[in-house]
């Protein structure tokens, strides 16, 4: 896109400590959400007035493209000291997490099992958010009920970050309970209860 290219220098200038990869992935996808705007002004960007990367939560290493949107340079260092602009950002992160979260839950309904790149590091947050939690709970030997377990793990999963899809939860459960190379097993009651139990070593 004609906006992408004109800003290439702009990104290369500004925006090092992101990857070029990044770079060039989350422009679009950021614009797309956004628009092509500053988050804190209405003033267009301009050749001498030109975006950079605004890190929402103040924390350059969190390049998440929901931690990411478009701002000018000078608004970007204002932003620095003034309460309003951090609470706006603060509402932006958590609006495109809410959003996040809402694609997740689509994806996880319609069966896709493409996962967004954005989501990785999440997945891997609740990966072992349910790991840890089966570990846990299973210390003395305990049985555990599977949907009890998997509601309790969506809760903390939402405590933690805002994601957590009933879906996904299952699926880290599924690997966890893999009859070749899962630490757990399920198993079936009579009552038709799905149980998970530590697998005993043979
Ligand atoms: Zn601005």
Redesign the pocket.
């Known amino acids: 896109m004609d906006q992408f290219s004109r800003s290439t220098q702009t990104e290369e200038k500004y925006m090092s400590k992101l990857s070029y990869k990044q770079k060039k992935e989350w422009f679009q996808f950021i614009v797309t959400r956004d628009g092509y705007r500053?988050?804190?002004?209405?003033?267009p960007f301009t050749d001498t007035?030109p975006p950079e990367y605004e890190h929402l939560n103040n924390d350059e290493k969190d390049n998440r493209p929901e931690n990411l949107c478009l701002?000018?340079h000078?608004?970007?260092v204002q932003k620095k000291y003034n309460a309003d602009m951090q609470i706006l950002a603060r509402k932006k992160l958590r609006e495109n997490e809410m959003s996040t979260f809402a694609c997740e839950r689509t994806l996880a309904d319609t069966g896709t099992t493409k996962e967004m790149t954005s989501q990785q590091e999440i997945n891997k947050t609740n990966m072992r958010i349910t790991e840890q939690f089966l570990l846990e709970h299973t210390i003395h030997n305990d049985e555990l009920v599977l949907r009890d377990a998997v509601n309790a793990i969506v809760d903390i999963c939402q405590k933690n970050n805002h994601t957590g899809s009933q879906a996904a939860i299952y699926r880290y459960v599924d690997s966890l309970t893999n009859p070749y190379t899962g630490r757990y097993t399920l198993s079936v009651t009579s009552k038709g209860k799905t149980i998970i139990r530590k697998r005993t070593e043979i």
């Open positions: 500053c988050l804190y002004c209405p003033s007035n701002a000018h000078s608004c970007n």
